[in-house]
Structures are given as structure tokens and as C-alpha cells.
């Protein structure tokens, strides 16, 4: 377990020390002490937050109001920098499900939880009390990972998989980390342009354009946490000039680079998840087409590892 102290929050961090059996899951444990108030930097991958403890996590989430204990939000929590944590002392397991995966999870299409935060108990009902007890429970923090896999494994396999072409174009997008053009997707499947923004927002929840930024502002931001320029970052992911990486930056975070490269939320990132590496998280495995052929590695964006 790592500590990391930000003001007057303390946060105690572990990691299971085996992946998930599931391809496109990671996840990471937080004991939480302390009342500041964190900003939430929006993230390429659907949130699912398993509360167990004393306390209460709570997120403003601007005009939706607080929301209390156990929850699921779609890709892109946060945006537009309105989104803060609170709460003393917690205790959860927070797990990061790539759009793909969380649609056959989570029971529920991921496009009703674009930009909005749902309590698990609206989606699962006695299930999230279970889990909560039993989280509870647990005598180890690898116990509870073992649980929360456990359980997420049940819903995979009871769940409906997101169409092969969907997928293949979520992945697409990661591998070349939001730099392919929407058009050239839709010719690679076979569809129209229409047809894949319809289908694509109803099963990953955002619109394939607005999932190319999100994915790129997410490589952006982790390269500002390493400690690179803006300007280096803005050549070197896609950005027209700095100018631009700022106002994708202020969009989604609701902050300068500067500000985005000291966030508690993305400095703690690499300890919750060490040794992931800093690409979003996504399914492991080759890439395949629709018709079950492999996609070439690298640019055509095959085998990266999740974080």
C-alpha cells in the first residue's frame, strides 16, 4: 500500500497484484482521510466506484447535485471541471471499465450515462447492497479485488457484448489515441458515417469524434503529469499548436496544463495503477476487424496494456 498526502487529504492506495480475468478492467483500492475537496479530471472509461466504509464519498456534480456512496458515471466524468470528491474517511474500490466491457457489465447502455453520475443502486438494486457487505466484509484488500472481479466476471457473462464493429472503432480510437479520422473508421467497418456515430454513441455512450478528444486530452494530460512542456505536449499529440491543447484542456478539466499536471486525481493515477503505463484503459488481445481478422500492431492500435 502507498500513501499519498494532498493538503489536508491522506489517501492510503493499493493495487491487486493480479490483473482482471475480463480484458478492458482495472481497478485500485482508497482509503480516504481527510475533508479537501479534489477535482475530477475526466477519463476515457466508464467509472464504477464500490463503497464499503464508514464514511460517505461524495461528488458535487454541479446542477445534478451531490451524489452519495456507490455509483457509475460514463466516460468523461468531470468535464468541464465542474466535478469534485469529497468525504473522510472512506473506504472503496474504484474500477475503470473500457466503454466496451461496461456495456455488457453494467446492464444498462452506456449512453444514459454520458456526463451523468448513477447510484449503483439504480442500476443493480440488491446486488450493490451485496457487494457492499461483503466488501466489507473482506479481511484484505486482495480479497475485495477477488470479490469485485468476481462479480464483475458473473455480469460479463450474463451481458450482451457491444457490436464487433463498435468495438473494433473504440480501439481503434486508443490505439492511435484519438488521432484516426471518423470517416476513415466508418470505411474500415463497412458502414456509413451515420450508421457509426449512431451506433457508436449508443454503446459507448459518446459520439466517435467526441471520444477521438476525450482519448487525446487524456494522452495529453498524463504527458503534463510526467513533467513535459505544453508546447512538447501539444507537437507530439495531435494538437494544432499550445494554444490549442489549452482550450481542450480548460474544456475538459476546467483548468490550465499547469494546474492539470499537479491534480491529486491524476498524480495518484500511476500508483493506483503501477505499472499500466499511461494509456486509458482498453481491452487487451490483438485487434480484430469485424470479420475476426487481426488488425496490424502499433499504429493500428493492438496490444496496448490498460491502466
Request: overall charge positive.
Amino acid at each position: 500500500m502507498r500513501t499519498f498526502v494532498h493538503g489536508a487529504a491522506t489517501w492510503d492506495v493499493e493495487g491487486p497484484r493480479r490483473p482482471s480475468r475480463m480484458a478492458g478492467v482495472t481497478m485500485a483500492g482508497f482509503r480516504i482521510r481527510g475533508p479537501e475537496a479534489l477535482r475530477i479530471v475526466p477519463h476515457p472509461a466508464v467509472t464504477l466506484l464500490l463503497d464499503f466504509g464508514d464514511g460517505w464519498p461524495v461528488l458535487d456534480c454541479g446542477p445534478g447535485g451531490p451524489q452519495r456512496g456507490s455509483f457509475v458515471a460514463g466516460p468523461g466524468l468531470g468535464s468541464g471541471g465542474e466535478t469534485r470528491a469529497r468525504g473522510e474517511n472512506i473506504e472503496c474500490v474504484q474500477v475503470r471499465l473500457s466503454p466496451v466491457t461496461a456495456h455488457t457489465i453494467l446492464g444498462a447502455s452506456s449512453a444514459d450515462l454520458a456526463g451523468a453520475v448513477v447510484p449503483l443502486g439504480d442500476l443493480w438494486g440488491r446486488e450493490a447492497s451485496r457487494i457492499r457487505e461483503q466488501l466489507g466484509d473482506a479481511p484484505s484488500w486482495q480479497e475485495r479485488f477477488a470479490l469485485t472481479d468476481a462479480l464483475l466476471a458473473r455480469r460479463h457473462r450474463a451481458g450482451r457484448p457491444v457490436d464487433p464493429e463498435v468495438a473494433w472503432a473504440w480501439r481503434r480510437l486508443v490505439g492511435t489515441r484519438g488521432l484516426v479520422r471518423v470517416d476513415a473508421l466508418a470505411a474500415e467497418v463497412g458502414w456509413s458515417r451515420k450508421r457509426l456515430w449512431s451506433r457508436f454513441r449508443s454503446q459507448v455512450g459518446l459520439p466517435p469524434k467526441h471520444a477521438a478528444k476525450l482519448v487525446r486530452f487524456d494522452h495529453a494530460a498524463h504527458r503534463l503529469v510526467a513533467g513535459d512542456s505544453a508546447a512538447q505536449v501539444a507537437t507530439d499529440t495531435g494538437y494544432a499548436d499550445q494554444s490549442h491543447l489549452h482550450r481542450d484542456v480548460a474544456a475538459f478539466a476546467g483548468a490550465t496544463p499547469a494546474t492539470v499536471a499537479g491534480e491529486p486525481f491524476l498524480v495518484v493515477d500511476d500508483i493506483a495503477w503501477p505499472g499500466r503505463g499511461t494509456a486509458p484503459a482498453v481491452d487487451r488481445g490483438p485487434v480484430r476487424g469485424p470479420g475476426g481478422v487481426p488488425v496490424g500492431k502499433d499504429g493500428d492500435g493492438a496490444d496496448r496494456s490498460t491502466r
